[in-house]
């Protein structure tokens, strides 16, 4: 099973960068993360004494918060059109004559959509770090000052002071948490996708559908605080959001044991019940006709 499953994989991906929807979406991506970076959107420390001294990690926590709602969603439009496309293209039938099954093709398909998602949060994480290095970053006396090793620094690179009241490790560590928390959840996104796709022969109606249903659950959780703890994409929020207002000095803002068991076990629940469903439903329908 494995080398076929791997053919598969190696084959869907190279079909994948022959479209021009992966690379489409990366523009919204980096735009979101240059709009945080060149201090156009969202970032409003509460430095003591001067409210234009800002923290690199406020930019870069920022940065990743804004991106990753937008990867959320375009996971889970680009893995609706995963099996859909399949469908309304009729290349069903080409696939399955070959030495492969239905559990081989889904398990390629859903491996490239976890691939995909991996993808685009490394790449979130990169440019956000590279793009705060480029505009933030500066020399000075033949040494280069990054914005993430000091505590403070003004609006590109005027003065560095180091911030005792919120150290550099810690709010690196803060970073590393809130990531590690914000993967499940778009995993969980993609595997939403997925499932979607499988019901539908029609790309139109899947990729309709999944971008409806994305909005309306992740508005639904920003209207409805506490049932919005248990829906899957907004547990994006609650460790970006936490890092970023503890990087901002919001002192009041703390982890908590319960917000962190939700924000992984949520969407880690929901990934294994999106993935159990979509396979389900992908051996039972008739994709031949």
């Known amino acids: 099973m494995l080398p076929r499953v791997a053919r598969l994989v190696r084959f869907e991906i190279a079909k994948l960068f022959r479209q021009k929807l992966p690379y489409l979406v990366l523009f919204p991506i980096v735009g979101a993360i240059l709009l945080v970076i060149m201090n156009a959107m969202d970032v409003r420390g509460e430095a003591p004494g001067n409210p234009m001294v800002r923290n690199g990690y406020e930019y870069l926590t ?23 496309s399949e ?47 480029v505009v933030h970053g500066f020399w000075r006396d033949g040494a280069y000052m990054s914005p993430l090793t000091e505590g403070k620094f003004t609006l590109m690179g005027e003065e560095v002071v180091p911030d ?65 703890k248990y829906v899957f994409s907004h547990s994006l929020e609650y ?34 019940l999106f993935l159990g469903a979509a396979y389900v439903i992908f051996l039972k329908r008739d994709i031949l006709t």
């Open 239 to 272: 460790g970006l959001v936490v890092a970023k207002h503890r990087a901002e000095g919001f002192s009041d803002r703390k982890w908590e044991d319960d917000g962190i068991r939700r924000a992984w076990q949520v969407p880690l629940l929901s990934g294994f």
């Open 87 to 133: 469908a309304a293209q009729g290349t069903w039938r080409m696939v399955l004559v070959r030495p492969v099954t239905r559990t081989d093709v889904f398990v390629a398909k859903a491996l490239v959509v976890a691939i995909l998602v991996l993808a685009l949060f490394a790449l979130t994480i990169v440019f956000s770090w590279a793009a705060l290095h």
């Open 62 to 84: 920022t940065s990743c918060l804004w991106a990753l709602r937008l990867v959320s969603v375009f996971a889970v439009v680009l893995a609706s059109l995963s099996l859909s």
């Open 164 to 228: 005792p009241i919120r150290p550099q490790e810690a709010l690196a560590s803060d970073l590393r948490l809130s990531l590690a928390l914000s993967l499940l959840p778009l995993l969980a996104s993609g595997f939403f996708g997925l499932m979607l796709s499988s019901m539908f022969d029609n790309t139109g109606s899947a990729v309709g559908i999944a971008m409806f249903l994305a909005i309306f659950l992740y508005g639904f959780a920003s209207v409805d605080r506490s049932a919005g």
